[in-house]
């Protein structure tokens, strides 16, 4: 069994920046894909990033590429979420997932079904 927490969000005006970590325990991380969603209020969970065990390779979902960067430390089992130029519509509940199913399309990972283990969410608010 798989534990993650997140943290690092907050209270951030736009334009600012801001780091999650998501902390893992109880797998071997090194061996997981790792992933961010987000939901904001009223609306359904959607893909953010996500990025595959050795860290080559990473993919974004449109509203985010070229402002947010998913990187992983496999020696700290943390995966992290930069987020820069930040915009209203960011604001959202983030969450880490872990994945241990392999695809070899990063498509499959804009699924909420292909990530196994989930974080509980760390609150992500962008002021106008």
């Known amino acids: 069994q798989v534990h993650l927490v997140e943290s690092g969000g907050g209270l951030v005006q736009a334009g600012d920046s801001l780091r999650l970590s998501c902390a893992a325990s109880?797998?071997?991380?090194?061996?997981?894909?790792m992933g961010w969603f987000r939901q904001a209020p009223g609306k359904e969970r959607e893909f953010v990033a996500a990025?595959?065990?050795?860290?080559?390779?990473?993919t974004y979902t449109d509203s985010v590429k070229g402002r947010f960067t998913i990187s992983r430390d496999n020696a700290k089992n943390t995966v992290y979420l930069q987020m820069n130029s930040l915009k209203s519509e960011d604001t959202a509940v983030y969450y880490c997932?872990?994945?241990?199913?392999?695809?070899?399309?990063?498509?499959?990972?804009?699924?909420?079904?292909?990530?196994?283990?989930w974080g509980q969410g760390t609150q992500v608010t962008v002021s106008s």
């Open positions: 997932a872990a994945s241990q199913q392999y695809y070899s399309s990063n498509l499959d990972y804009f699924r909420e079904t292909s990530f196994d283990y």
């Open positions: 109880g797998g071997i991380f090194s061996g997981y894909t």
């Open positions: 990025i595959r065990w050795s860290g080559g390779s990473t």
